[in-house]
């Protein structure tokens, strides 16, 4: 149960777009489209941001998107703004039938 | 108003046991899976367990697997955590999660109950 690999930080300008990576292999990424995205921002619960690839539950920007390709599932934020701030996780549904996150990618507005 | 509350975490010495709570409220508890999910002091999240919403099926982390036990008591809403046998690096914030839709993500979070494992 490796987990699975995102980048440890990103950055971008208020308004810019940044995308976030997110890593598997053939076991999680790859097999399932049961990849989520998670904000946390400290002393907080992580807040879902994305779920089944590319699925917004109710409440949360349109300025969110995810997608995949192969082994690899991405974030994609647009239009930064301030309050995005925050670390990022990512986590996908395995063959053993257990769940795996990323190690987290901490994002900074500029 | 849709909840989930941890409790029971505290400090413990290493090799003891400790039991943790997680009581749902403002959703029908019964439907829905439960995950738990901890995350070291100044470490990233790592899943722990799971329950299914009828107690059917379980399934753990590795690091976890014969010391941990998950069950749940849809009659109370309450989804437990037994943690045996603990060791230094199951210190951590523990918190109990909702699963979505069955696809493994997780909508609904508590606030979470923190275990310190130190002798």
């Known amino acids: 149960q490796s987990a699975l690999t995102q980048p440890a930080s990103v950055s971008g300008s208020p308004g810019q777009s940044i995308t976030i990576s997110c890593t598997g292999t053939s076991s999680d990424v790859g097999r399932y489209n049961y990849i989520s995205w998670y904000q946390w921002h400290p002393g907080k619960a992580p807040k879902l941001m994305i779920y089944d690839v590319s699925n917004r539950p109710s409440g949360v920007s349109n300025r969110f998107s995810g997608s995949k390709s192969g082994n690899t599932a991405s974030l994609t934020i647009s239009g930064l703004q301030t309050e995005d701030e925050a670390d990022y996780y990512c986590s996908s549904y395995t063959s053993s039938s257990t769940v795996v996150f990323g190690g987290g990618t901490k994002l900074t507005v500029l | 108003q849709v909840q989930l509350v941890e409790s029971g975490g505290g400090v413990v010495q290493p090799g003891r046991s400790l039991r943790l709570s997680c009581a749902a409220s403002g959703f029908s508890f019964s439907t829905y899976t439960i995950h738990w999910v901890r995350q070291a002091p100044d470490k990233g999240l790592e899943w722990v367990t799971v329950?299914?919403?009828?107690?059917?099926?379980?399934y753990y982390a590795d690091s976890v697997k014969g010391r941990f036990t998950i069950s749940r008591d849809n009659s109370q809403n309450t989804v437990y955590l037994q943690m045996n046998s603990l060791r230094a690096e199951d210190t951590a914030l523990y918190y109990c999660a909702r699963d979505h839709s069955g696809g493994d993500a997780f909508d609904i979070w508590g606030q979470g109950t923190m275990v310190t494992v130190s002798s």
């Open positions: 329950i299914w919403y009828d107690g059917s099926n379980k």
